[in-house]
């Protein structure tokens, strides 16, 4: 707003949105696009040749819209405000970064690779626990669509074990329920400035339980060079008989080069609700 002795001025835009460079009627709301502009615009090497996938899966799940009236850098404000509110990392490659999308809902036939300990792979350490219990989130609130006067959200939706009865911006997912009996309600609430449309307000919630809802495990694995190939954000299985573990599906977080192979982070994705399913 502009203020102008006791009168205040607001603008509005005719059109939807800054035209979009990637496609030539439609404006910078969906989030794959508006990242990828972002980084464009960041004084880094981007590898723009790997954003095209992501950028396409982001904008048919989120929407964002705002505006910036104060200085801040276009890497400041992906970090700060975008990157919180989508399932993605921006990780380094040969060309520049570019962005990886943290498949939460991976089933076994999403995996490009099958690992099973002592067959061109190596367990490097112990297992250990991703998320300490009491970090754990099965209740999300989004608070969106702020008032231009006062910055109070004009709506809120709430993603939660015990939703508010009557209350069409509160309900239960399985994910959230499941975690709530195993932890007992867990809740945080998220404010954004960027989020205007309710799909996309319900999109985050429900990705931050599923990546927080659960105690997922990590594991360091060192495997052969021909299975070097593989990079984070990519879905492998692993299996080792003597920890009684069969193809249990993680997402590669970390890839790094040991000297005679690759060594793999591996996020081991606990998901009570999805292997109920299968089973």
């Known amino acids: 707003p502009l203020n102008w002795g006791e009168e205040t001025y607001w603008i509005a835009w005719s059109n939807e949105a800054h035209p979009s460079p990637y496609e030539k009627d439609g404006g910078l709301s969906g989030a794959g696009s508006l990242l990828r502009w972002l980084l464009s615009k960041a004084s880094i090497p981007v590898a723009d040749n790997r954003i095209a996938g992501v950028q396409a899966w982001l904008d048919q799940r989120f929407q964002l ?40 809902d991976a089933v076994e ?16 350490g112990p297992i250990s626990y991703d998320t300490p219990r009491s970090e754990l989130v099965n209740a999300v609130t989004v608070e969106y669509a702020p008032d231009g006067d006062t910055g109070d959200p004009n709506r809120v939706l709430t993603i939660t074990p015990e939703p508010t009865e009557g209350d069409p911006q509160s309900w239960a997912t399985d994910h959230a329920r499941v975690s709530g009996a195993r932890y007992g309600l867990q809740a945080t609430t998220l404010s954004t400035s960027w989020v205007w449309h309710d799909p996309t307000a319900a999109q985050i919630a429900t990705w931050l339980i599923r990546v927080n809802g659960f105690a997922s495990r990590v594991l360091t694995l060192d495997v052969a060079p021909e299975h070097a190939w593989i990079r984070p954000g990519d879905v ?44």
Not at 69 to 91: G, K, N, Y
Not at 237 to 264: E, F, H
Request: hydrophobic share 40%; charged share 20%.
């Open 236 to 279: 492998v299985t692993y299996s080792c008989p003597a920890l009684s573990m069969t193809r249990k599906i993680g997402i590669v977080r970390g890839w790094a080069w040991n000297g005679a192979g690759a060594q793999l982070e591996v996020l081991l994705v606990e998901d009570p609700v999805r292997d109920r399913r299968v089973s």
């Open 109 to 124: 036939s999403d995996a490009v690779q099958h690992f099973t300990e002592g067959r061109g792979c190596w367990r490097s």
């Open 65 to 104: 819209g705002g505006y910036v009236d104060e200085s801040v850098s276009p890497w400041e404000l992906l970090r700060d405000e975008i990157l919180p509110l989508l399932p993605v990392a921006l990780v380094s490659g040969p060309d520049g970064l570019y962005p990886v999308i943290w498949k939460l």
